[in-house]
């Protein structure tokens, strides 16, 4: 099948584009071609590129199987053909068709349709013609958000970046409705957030660098491209706020590999220069994309001078570097996130990069003994890193890990938060991953993603940490920052 590659100049779309009567939030450009030739496709009649980005399924039924891999975790724990991405794509063409009614996106068979996709992108990485569900649903999403409005629970949890930042009670009011169950059947009763779960605890302080190690990304443009040892790590809202300790064990492997590292800030000629950077995942992943746009937009800003000089950007959530990569891409945003798609880096990914062109070194001593079991973020799978990670973990002398085959873990960002979604949260958790963790009692567990961290805490109450701390606790000395 022919496609357009995503990162093809965007020119000319613009989000209130109307494709015979219908409003796009994302720009489905890179699907002008597909379906050509395609006696399969059965692209709907309404919908333009939109429509032709889900006719790309071809009804194999491989989405209905259950392999090795990461598609398609719904149907893996329900069974049922209605909760893979073939059984979606009828839906969504039979609502792009008109079958549906005029308001078919504020319906409810679309919404029983896609409810319990959980955006893992495993469909494109393992769909024979690259289903790209997870961007589908945020198109949706938007879609009916324009209809039926953002609700309370949805506007907090997309909003809880900014509100960490200008709301520091937030962080008491999440820890005291941990320790205080009315208090969280009450949140259950009144937001629809799960008073069996537990919520992420905010740290008490959010990652500061040092001011020695602080520099303006405007010192880039002046930087020659051939210094090759200058690297921007972007903090996430999870790493900032939640887990300031991976920031800092990252920014300290790096400098003992040799590296300059310079945390991404913003500059001060943004309009909320105090704020930390975000790439929008939360926005996103709840189908509130103008305000995705702003957060994207205030990255490009803050990156331009960097991404003129050639500077690789490093983050450590596998979510929001995939935004960065991928998702950012559908925001026709133009050229400068094509850019940046092309230098940001999950952890592992440049650590392993750097090693295999023999431009990093570091120092490691063998850990205590014992296995380590790894679990991989669903986006890790999807870009392919999984295999940069274990190159890493080979890096440490006698390092005994192995790798966990399984699916997604189920709690997806606030996916395993919400009421409705709990159980079946936790069925995607057991089908796989926490039976292989039950099984080691005695092994460490590595988990990248903070979701993956999350869940694995609530089904095993055991820790799991991430590749960064991994590789701080490895250096032979200690790196100040």
């Not at 880039?220 to 040892?229: I, P």
Request: charge should be neutral.
């Amino acid at each position: 099948m022919a496609y357009k590659n995503s990162a093809v100049s965007v020119a000319g779309w613009h989000p209130t584009c109307l494709y015979k009567g219908m409003k796009l939030h994302l720009d489905w450009s890179s699907y002008e071609t597909a379906g050509q030739g395609d006696a399969y496709a059965g692209i709907p009649a309404t919908g333009g590129d939109f429509a032709k980005a889900v006719a790309v399924c071809i009804s194999d039924k491989q989405c209905q199987r259950k392999p090795k891999g990461v598609m398609c975790p719904s149907f893996r724990a329900t069974d049922d053909v209605a909760h893979s991405p073939g059984g979606r794509v009828q839906v969504l063409k039979a609502a792009l068709n008109g079958e549906l009614g005029e308001n078919a996106f504020a319906g409810s068979e679309l919404a029983a349709a896609l409810e319990l996709c959980v955006g893992c992108k495993g469909c494109k990485r393992e769909c024979a013609n690259q289903v790209d569900m997870a961007a589908i649903k945020i198109e949706y999403q938007a879609q009916r958000n324009e209809k039926q409005g953002v609700s309370l629970r949805e506007r907090l949890i997309a909003d809880l970046p900014q509100q960490l930042h200008h709301h520091t009670f937030m962080r008491s009011i999440i820890r005291w409705r941990n320790r205080a169950p009315w208090l969280a059947k009450l949140g259950e009763r009144f937001l629809g957030i799960s008073a069996k779960r537990k919520l992420p605890e905010p740290s008490s302080t959010p990652f500061v660098l040092s001011s020695e190690a602080y520099r303006s990304m405007n010192d880039f443009g002046a930087q020659s491209k051939a210094d090759s040892k200058d690297v921007i790590l972007f903090v996430d809202t999870f790493s900032n706020h939640f887990e300031p300790e991976i920031a800092q064990a990252a920014h300290e492997v790096l400098s003992a590999a040799g590296y300059r590292v310079t945390s991404l800030q913003p500059e001060l000629f943004d309009e909320e220069p105090e704020r930390a950077l975000c790439c929008g995942r939360t926005y996103l992943s709840l189908g509130q994309v103008e305000q995705a746009k702003r957060e994207a937009r205030r990255m490009q800003l803050a990156l331009r001078p960097a991404l003129a000089a050639g500077t690789p950007i490093v983050g450590l959530e596998p979510s929001c570097i995939l935004s960065l990569r991928d998702d950012h891409l559908k925001l026709g945003l133009g050229e400068e996130a094509v850019a940046l798609s092309k230098r940001v880096y999950l952890f592992e990914e440049f650590i392993a990069r750097e090693h295999d062109r023999k431009r990093l070194t570091l120092d490691l001593k063998p850990l205590p003994p014992g296995k380590t079991l790894v679990h991989g973020h669903c986006h890790q799978k999807a870009v392919g890193a999984m295999k940069s990670l274990r190159k890493v973990l080979r890096m440490i002398p006698e390092f005994d890990f192995e790798f966990i085959e399984a699916s997604c873990c189920g709690m997806a960002g606030s996916f395993g938060l919400e009421a409705e979604h709990a159980d079946i949260s936790m069925q995607m958790a057991e089908l796989d991953l926490l039976p292989a963790l039950r099984a080691a009692p005695d092994a460490a567990i590595l988990a990248n993603g903070f979701s993956c961290r999350h869940q694995i805490h609530e089904g095993t109450q055991r820790n799991a940490q991430h590749v960064a701390l991994l590789l701080r606790d490895a250096l032979k000395e200690s790196t100040t920052c």
